[in-house]
């Protein structure tokens, strides 16, 4: 066997041509282990219940909070024009908020008195006692006890809507049921 230079060149290069590929090569990549695996359904009895997330925030007012008395009852009733009548649309709400009291007997209130703004201050400081006053007696007659309930009159001072408006005007003539200690 013969070689020359040249040949004994090209299987040099040959060779190192080789060498290179051979290192340049990439071992085959394992997959990360996915961590444990759900069991699956068909015949082992059990199925996957994925874990629960925090899920929905509960919005709802905590029972016996004020906020559960607004919006489950209702805190205000409404009088007719220089009346201090309880109106028969505002007993519902008044046996509602009769229920409510009875039912968390720690709980007291203010029942605030309001006028709209017609008429001189005196009265509607009187207006508004009378209103607070009545709106007390007939929780009292749905049996609250006397001693949990405070009145005031706020006369003309606190209008809920400050339009000068029919509208206006009935809303400001209210009694309102406010939750003063007790509640959650």
């Known amino acids: ?36 695996r759900p069991p699956q359904g068909g015949g082992g009895g059990e199925t996957y219940v994925p874990p629960k997330g925090p899920g929905p925030v509960d919005s709802r007012p905590i029972p016996g909070s004020s906020q559960d008395f607004i919006i489950n009852v209702g805190d205000f009733v409404y009088f007719d024009l220089d009346s201090y009548d309880i109106r028969s649309d505002a007993m519902p709400v008044l046996d509602a908020q009769g229920a409510w009291l009875r039912r968390y007997p720690n709980v007291s209130i203010r029942i605030e008195g309001n006028a709209d703004e017609r008429g001189t201050r005196e009265y509607n400081l009187a207006l508004g006692s009378r209103r607070a006053n009545a709106v007390k007696d007939y929780l009292v007659s749905r049996g609250v006890s006397p001693s949990r309930i405070m009145t005031l009159s706020n006369g003309k001072e606190r209008p809920i809507n400050p339009g000068t408006d029919e509208e206006a005007y009935q809303q400001n003539r209210n009694g309102q049921t ?4 007790g509640g959650y």
């Open 1 to 36: 066997m013969r070689f020359n230079t040249q040949s004994v060149m090209r299987l040099a290069l040959v060779a190192v041509a080789a060498a290179s590929l051979a290192a340049c090569a990439t071992k085959p990549k394992t997959n990360p282990d996915p961590g444990p």
């Open 178 to 181: 406010i939750i003063t200690s």
